[in-house]
């Protein structure tokens, strides 16, 4: 019974570890052709590398794209050989390894879905790019591959929990529903960031920013701010600042979120986004990838910082009338 727990053990981490090194791979083969990978998002299935910027050329990306389903699959091999010699000789090794030569072999075969985001999608991609060089439209072609996968998924996962053909149960169908529910909205949320790189290209900070935000003191009450500043003037971003100290950043949406009646005894330093919780823009630094920034940490103003002083402040709500109206004009 303990050797049964040692090698349930052994087995799960040495499957972790699987997973580990195919997403290092990716971002070793990245790092060497310039496309450095910020965080992996461990998925069930492997991970999704997301990556900073994208890859110069296709080659790069095609290099860093198969390096994780390469890795697996010779993973898989090594663990095929162990099989091959432990086989009839210790019985319980034989059995890991097998089964962990047969997750691997799963784990490369499903990252080579060509579905945008998986692998597969990027080596799809990178081809499409090489062949056709342009770059936008092979992204396009491969995140709606990577949609119509996804749907084929859920669509495949709904005939088994109904049909169950070949004695699968409906519990095999969920699962690939799921699966195919994660694969849809991965490949949406990546056609959406190529949209906003599209609509925003060429944009820099320095373009965007609004320059007209006053500086308040942090001690004055919110009625002082709505009678003394926005009433008068419509101004709608304010940045806080304590004798030319940037404390923080208040917008419209901080005010509204506390009831009128509070106005006359609540500060603008207690309603205010605090210095610590905004993040900083370049003035140079480009549209789409403050708008990605805000995004993914779920804020929604950014102060333009050159040479340690304020110069303007970016907001979400701006950069979004920005992209609707530059998607809508075509530009
Ligand atoms: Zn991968």
Redesign the pocket.
């Known amino acids: 019974m303990a050797l049964y727990w040692i090698v349930g053990i052994i087995t799960s981490l040495l499957f972790f570890a699987s997973v580990v090194a195919?997403?290092l791979a990716?971002s070793l083969v990245g790092r060497v052709n310039g496309i450095p990978v910020k965080s992996i998002t461990l998925f069930i299935f492997?991970?999704i590398?997301q990556m900073t910027k994208e890859a110069a050329h296709p080659g790069a990306e095609f290099k860093m794209a198969a390096a994780?389903?390469a890795c697996s699959l010779v993973i898989a091999g090594l663990f095929g050989l162990l099989w091959f010699f432990a086989q009839g000789v210790v019985e319980p090794l034989a059995a890991m390894a097998f089964w962990l030569a047969y997750v691997n072999v799963i784990l490369a075969a499903f990252?080579l879905i060509p579905g945008f985001p998986l692998?597969g999608g990027r080596v799809f991609r990178s081809l499409l790019w090489r062949v056709t060089g342009n770059y936008r439209r092979s992204t396009q072609v491969a995140t709606r591959v990577g949609q119509g996968i996804g749907y084929l998924f859920v669509l495949g996962g709904i005939l088994i929990i109904f049909l169950r053909p070949f004695g699968l149960d409906w519990f095999s169908g969920l699962w690939l529903a799921f699966i195919g529910w994660f694969l849809e909205s991965a490949a949406s949320a990546s056609y959406r960031q190529l949209r906003w790189r599209d609509a925003l290209q060429g944009v820099s900070a320095s373009q965007v920013m609004t320059t007209d935000c006053p500086l308040v003191p942090p001690n004055i009450t919110v009625s002082q701010l709505v009678q003394g500043y926005i009433l008068t003037s419509g101004r709608q971003c304010f940045l806080v600042a304590d004798e030319g100290r940037l404390e923080g950043a208040l917008m419209l949406a901080n005010i509204k979120s506390i009831p009128q009646q509070d106005w006359g005894v609540t500060q603008v330093r207690e309603i205010m986004t605090p210095i610590d919780k905004l993040k900083m823009a370049h003035p140079d630094q480009d549209a789409p990838s403050i708008l990605e920034e805000m995004n993914e940490n779920e804020i929604n103003q950014m102060p333009v910082v050159s040479e340690g002083r304020v110069v303007g402040l970016i907001t979400r709500d701006g950069l979004i009338k920005l992209l609707s109206i530059r998607s809508r004009l075509g530009a």
């Open positions: 195919h997403e990716h492997g991970g590398a994780g389903p990252n692998d």
